[in-house]
């Protein structure tokens, strides 16, 4: 296992290089600002490829579009314009119907990175980084030297329009022009300009972006006017407004020391005892007491005067013992009826099915929980070169994840599962839709872009359970239609052979043929209902079995 | 194209949401430091997974000391350890004979993100953004809240070792103790301890990357002592310091308006020419007249008064014109001879071929270059399962990258290419490894992670040529192979047939036996002699062909 690699070759002789002093080498130790950092790294945000850049200024401005909305419980109606100005040069507006944004707060939304409300906040939103809308005014100003123009308004009837650019060097909104009208009005407006990028309708572009986001947004209206002046209307299929995200406690499970130790020392609790009741879900007396046990340390200490090893203990010990899930109260689940209508409505299916997990936590203590569904036939699958292939629609809080699929968790638990076991014999070729939505206060992804979640142990097994479950669904769906082909083949064959024999057992026993016919055919359909019924019985048995057998026994662990 | 969803349901009876003002929504506004950030969003730094996290620190710290070796120009001779504390618990520690680092510096380099020597400069280093050695600090911190321990010395015999902690809130080094004792030694040591990770000898383990490392770094000592008491040494195999890196110009292709407008501005020239001809290689006064009759501006025109417009202006004329490839001084490729030796040392192929394509720019104006090799039979590939597979082994300046493979613009290259075409049936199955270097000054990651390079056109077609050609070359030698079976097989059915004929023969000519045999056989192979040179010049004729036209017939574009 450890080769030993050796010197081969005799040495050339040494170019002399002049060997330089640390000092000399530490002349240029600089520190540059976050915005400077994601100036010259791009990529990290999502601008890389034309195609993608217009797409991210699509995504950045309709999730805080939509975060907005569902925070302050206002049925979200977004319109988004895209308008070609010249070669790759385009002009983008998003408008909104949402809060507004106050005028003080203005300059750090759209000119300032790791600046917002969502970073410090146990809450399900799509955005939790404060870096997406100011990465839309870097990328704009990047490419064509233009401000951004910000039109908002918070109920007051003052219409407030910022122009701005950033200020690469200090991370901060660089004020080009301020103004203030009156209008009666309420929401956001974002207008930009931008270069280096390309409209199309391919699934990488910025409208198949939108369809997805109004398929997995049931209450969303949204307007989308292209750049070859098509306009679509997604309009909403649900007038329910969602319950705004809720700002939950965490959950004992899966904490870090770390966090653990900071939650601590901020608390104003007067013993670890009531820190852990009031900080967590789920801890009460009784839990307090049972963790109390398994601990050295006396929980009526100080909780700012915890140590990192009395907080591993205390993470150690909430580790063995068992709590009550986190609630679903924080989450906010599209919900299978959701889904299934939006899959039927869009994909019309030969077969659909959905399932839902049950919310937990992985590591970090952060509740999490999985909606997958998958639709066979019809419209289902994506169609290359006039064939059609298996298709794998990933979304994070309902978010559409366009790109980087390949090293993104929610794609590779859809590759662990042998799709073979469930019926389809050729996934890759099946018309298949796969779809995964992850639900959580905080998504793992594996960069500032957001487009592909960091492979953590608990979210692929979530992800994959669910999946075999929807597999076992289609494998009864699959197997019943094989069997309701074979029944009515046997049907078939019966009645073709009674309807033969018919004139001959008449004449032997010298009954009418016509009243025989008839009753040989009864008996024929009667025999077959009640085999049907057997089977059927059997099937339901089965079907009551636990679920999660199926998980050990084979495809577990 | 543009479906438009319908309403297709009654509306439900909304249940009563309170909508929220702006105001309160805005209390929770808040600014993180960069810390922080990667803090909570550690997988964008590669600390995801139990084995890829101890991985990356590895990674951090031996690029580390591979840069400020090759910067000092000191042949490098690393020491890594890493040992088994508890479960899922290491001891890490990285020694270099580096030039060590200046006692003021060390907090900065250590426990400060987004601070470094490498991040303004265009030079070629593994390291760019200041990130990943702070990050080492930070998740050790994150997993076992010991501060790490760094001893230092720059060759004045004084050793200074400071323990230190990041300071989440202020991105900055919280000093735990610093002490300075004399020792004759120059060098780095960084020593620290980290929870949560696994050691194991997979191909995303600490081991392969150190192999790898070797691989491509043929100047390299290392010697890696495993958790499990294995010391393995990867000798040198060059005793040739590398030239250092070359801080360069950078060339006027591919720059974009806001880098121009940004160069401009800080310029000390007096006019825009003279600010093009210092500024950027390759330009010289009859460039400047060229630019200047597709310009509407005066090139006279004081360079700090340039306008977005006239910026654009020329990065559009430059564009139009023809300038002298950038220098290949500022990067340092691996070489074609050092990949051969460490290839056929490391893989002892039955055949092997190293392409290097020359240097060129990619957007943005900066100049990278290809390296790419194939090696083919001997133990080339990767065993699963006892089945051999193709591999691709991926390296950015000569750093391994083991991670995120599926979404990376060189994986994608690789797989870009028709490999039917150059004899290999099936490519995935054979016995097979890719390997592809890319040299630049400044490599576009996708993530903070670095372990993944960004969809970059040029890039992705350097690459793919650069395959095209090995692929042509294995065709050839994979004919000739065949070629050469073909004529073993003919020589001995001539040989054959002569045996047969000869006593007949030499019965009707009245020959001796014996002798004609021999006459045969000399004819029989003097003949196969003529054939097997005009094919060969054949072939030589083909050879001389210029390469480009194969890409422009079927695979160019």
Known sequence: MAPEVKVTQAPKTPEPVKERHADELFKEFKEVSITEFFRKNKAHLGYSGKVRSLTTIVHELVTNSLDACEEAGILPDIYVELKQLGEEHYRFTARDNGPGIPLKHIPDVFGKMLAGTKFHRNVQLRGQQGIGVSGVTLFSQMTTGQPI?????????????????????????????????????????VVGEVKDVQFNLSDKGPFEYIRRTAIVNPHLKITFLDPEGRKTVFDRVSDTIPKPPKEMKRHPKGMDTDDMLKMAKTSVARHVGSFLMTSFSRVSNAKVAEIQKLVSCDLKKNPRKLTWAEAEELVKAVEKMDFMAPSTEGLSPIGENQIRKAIINVLKPEFETVVTRNPTTYSGGTPFQVEVAVAYGGEAGRKIDEEIRAEIMRFANRAP????????????????????????????????????????????????????????????????????????????????????????????????????????????????????????????????????????????????????????????Q
Request: hydrophobic share 35%.
């Open 149 to 189: 123009i910000v039109r908002t308004c918070t109920g007051d009837n003052k219409i407030n329009e910022v122009k701005l650019l950033l200020d690469v060097m200090k991370n901060k909104a660089d004020i080009v022009e301020s103004t203030t009208f009156e209008q009666a009005w309420k929401g956001t407006e």
């Open 401 to 556: 994840l366009l790109f980087d699929p390949g090293d993104c968790a929610l794609t590779k638990a859809v590759q662990s599962v042998d799709w073979k076991r469930y019926g389809f014999r050729d996934f890759d070729n099946s018309p298949l839709t796969i779809f995964v939505n992850l639900v959580s206060m905080y998504v793992p992804y594996t960069s500032a872009g957001k487009q592909s979640v960091a492979d953590l142990e608990e979210v692929t097994r979530e992800v994959r359970f669910a999946l075999m479950e929807t597999g076992r669904k289609f494998q009864r769906y699959h197997s019943k239609k094989k069997r309701d082909i074979e029944r009515e083949a046997r049907l078939n064959t019966l009645i073709k052979y009674a309807t033969e024999l018919a004139p001959a057992i008449a004449k032997i026993t010298k009954t009418d043929e016509k009243k025989l016919l008839k009753e040989l055919d009864e008996l024929i359909r009667r025999k077959l209902k009640y085999e049907i019924e057997a089977e059927d019985e059997a099937e339901a048995e089965a079907e009551e079995a636990p679920l999660e057998e199926g998980f050990t026994e084979e495809e577990g």
